[in-house]
């Protein structure tokens, strides 16, 4: 189990790779430009990734349980890697996933070798991060998991009330990958969440694609000038959940959180979580993360 040391501010356990804009990018939208006017809007989020202690082991759990498909893996050492990651040394093996029309790419520090997942890490602990695999049936796809074994994040899975209007309906549970890795299943209900889940709903497939990457924040505003109104990405929607179903999908009592979600032209989403109570999360350690943009 380890932490990450490359890509993406405020989040240890994962990260993403930012595509550069090409011709015919849209212009940010009057949301995104009311934060600030973007200097170089990026064109999609071409990937999410996550630093492993054990490619072959983490790699097998990813294609054998959740139904990802392997589509490369590469070997990098060198300058232009200790540059792009700010380690000093770093040689790195790297297996790219592929799940549905979305990339993930599992990096393994052979040296030197990170720290592991703390195994008290919390989901409002500002090192949180997590990605949202979609599923066609989120109840066959808990006993799938079930019978692999998972370690729980989430009590349970938890169907948002409609007391929260603008995630009511939605179907969630948070588990974790052999390393300690946070990870979601989501179903969205009609009307909810891209099309495209729904139109894959009836393929056969119950493991459908990546829907967003999510990661704690501080303060949604500060976030917000960097994401938006440095990157380009869109706002898509904001929500305040609360209640006994939010506390038990993230296993935080008292949980109250203000959720942005943002996309930019293709790719999966960002979603921004700050804990509104309780304020309690642990703040990342001075090494944190920082971002690529290719």
């Not at 703390?118 to 991060?129: I, K, V």
């Not at 549970?173 to 891209?194: R, V």
């Not at 990157?231 to 006994?244: D, I, K, W």
Request: charged share 20%.
């Amino acid at each position: 189990m380890t932490m990450p040391t490359i890509t993406l501010a405020h989040a240890l356990a994962a990260a993403m790779v930012l595509a550069a804009p090409g011709p015919g990018t849209p212009a940010a939208p009057a949301s995104v430009a009311a934060h600030s006017e973007p200097a170089a809007p990026i064109a999609g989020v071409d990937s999410v990734t996550i630093t492993v202690g054990d490619l072959d082991r983490v790699a097998d759990f990813y294609t054998g349980v959740l139904t990802f498909t392997k589509v490369a893996e590469s070997e990098e050492a060198g300058p232009e890697v200790e540059r792009l990651s700010g380690v000093f040394g770093a040689h790195t093996r790297t297996a790219e996933l592929s799940l549905g029309e979305e990339r993930l790419r599992l990096v393994q520090f052979l040296a030197p070798e990170g720290r592991p997942v703390p195994a008290d890490a919390r989901s409002n602990d500002h090192t949180f991060q997590h990605i949202a695999i979609v599923v066609s049936d989120i109840g066959r796809a808990y006993e799938h998991l079930r019978a692999h074994k998972v370690r729980h994040a989430s009590t349970g899975p938890q169907t948002l009330p409609k007391t929260i209007p603008a995630a009511a309906g939605i179907s969630a549970f948070y588990f974790k990958d052999p390393e300690g890795h946070t990870l979601e299943i989501i179903q969205f209900p009609p009307g909810k969440g891209d099309p495209r889940w729904h139109g894959s709903a009836g393929s056969g497939r119950l493991f459908l694609g990546i829907d967003h990457t999510a990661i704690v924040v501080a303060d949604t505003d500060a976030s917000l000038r960097f994401y938006s109104g440095l990157l380009g990405l869109r706002v898509e929607g904001e929500s305040e959940n609360f209640g006994t179903e939010q506390e038990h999908l993230n296993n935080v009592f008292g949980a109250r959180l203000r959720i942005t979600a943002l996309r930019a032209a293709h790719g999966p989403g960002v979603e921004l979580l700050e804990y509104l109570a309780p304020r309690t999360g642990r703040t990342p350690p001075a090494c944190s993360s920082t971002l690529s943009a290719l």
